[in-house]
Every structure is written in structure tokens, then in C-alpha cells.
């Protein structure tokens, strides 16, 4: 079946990197996601990944594939106040849904 | 283009009532979702159109939510007999159908039942 995984919580100070992990279970998904969401609003598209890369970077984003572990990653560097926020990953399924991950909130302390 | 709006943005109803909201995809983008958030989960999948055809439905979807899409374009989601239990946002997205397709998100519709 389809299934997301991700840490509930990370706390990181300002200005380190911070690390957010996922796992999912379809070995058929095509692009994988990072979604962030503030609170009380909707879902921004942070960055996605094709199934055959391993790394995909975006100015201080970087994505981390293992199709092997089915392990994804989303690293932040030099983490700001306002990069507070829940991400959210996402797989696709075979019909194109995305399927979400519980959420992972970052507190980043000043 | 102001990307996926929805409407209302916020929603306060009694329980047994009826309510609707409705979404307007980003122009162009033939395939639209809808997903309901509960806080602490993330976002779980309802409904998806493409087009005017609704191809696939959730269990979650029970018999008293009917999504439409009538024109291909906007959409409306409908709950009848509203339950505490439905208290949740209820979260648009659209997308185009095509390889590597990115879906966006609106802002959400919150609704709370008393």
C-alpha cells in the first residue's frame, strides 16, 4: 500500500542546517515532493524530485534520494526564524495523487 | 494568474446543516484535487477530477460529500448533514496532466462544526 513516514518534530538554532526525513513505500512513484505549510495556510511547493535522480539542489534546499530505502531527505541550510513551519513530503501514486506524510515541524530557536 | 482560490475561506455551521465550498483551479490545469486536513495530520486525499470526470474517490468520501466539477473548470464540494467529525480545512489543488506535473495548493477552507 501507499504509505508516508516522517519525524513529527525537529529543533535546530538559527543559522545551523536542519535535516528532515522521510520514508514512503511505493517503489513506483515517479516524483517525490516537499511541501511546507504556515499555520492556518495552505500548502507551498517547496521542491520535488524525479525518481532517477539522487540530489536535486535549489539555492539553500537540498533533496536527498535513496530509491533503495525508499529514503528521502530535505535539507535546509543556514536555517532562519522563518523557515518555522510543518513540511509536509509527498509521493505520487499511480494515478497521479499525491499521497502526504504526517508532517514534520520545524522549530528553528534564535 | 492568482493561483487556486477558495471559497470560503472559513466556514461556522451547526450540526445537521449543509455546506459548500467551492474552488477555482489555476486556469488551464485540467486535473483538480480535493484533500481534508485535520490539525497534526497532513493533508489526506478525497477526490480528484480531470476535466468534468471524477476518476477517483476516497473511502473517506462518504455518501454525504458529492464533489462536482461541471465545466472543467471550477469545482464544488458539497457536505450534507454536517457532523463534528467533519471539522477540518478542505484543501484544493490542481494541476496539468503531464509528465513531472506539480499540483498547487490553495489556501483552504476551514470549517467548523458546532
Known sequence: ?110 | DTGVSQDPRHKITKRGQNVTFRCDPISEHNRLYWYRQTLGQGPEFLTYFQNEAQLEKSRLLSDRFSAERPKGSFSTLEIQRTEQGDSAMYLCASSLELPGHTIYFGEGSWLTVV
Open chain 1, 1 to 110: 500500500g501507499e504509505d508516508v513516514e516522517q519525524s513529527l518534530f525537529l529543533s535546530v538554532r538559527e543559522g545551523d542546517s536542519s535535516v528532515i526525513n522521510c520514508t514512503y513505500t511505493d517503489s513506483s512513484s515517479t516524483y517525490l515532493y516537499w511541501y511546507k505549510q504556515e499555520p492556518g495556510a495552505g500548502l507551498q511547493l517547496l521542491t520535488y524530485i524525479f525518481s532517477n535522480m539522487d540530489m536535486k539542489q535549489d539555492q539553500r534546499l537540498t533533496v536527498l534520494l535513496n530509491k533503495k530505502d525508499k529514503h528521502l531527505s530535505l535539507r535546509i541550510a543556514d536555517t532562519q526564524t522563518g523557515d518555522s513551519a510543518i513540511y509536509f513530503c509527498a509521493e505520487t501514486s499511480n494515478t497521479g495523487k499525491l499521497i502526504f506524510g504526517q508532517g514534520t515541524t520545524l522549530q528553528v530557536k534564535p
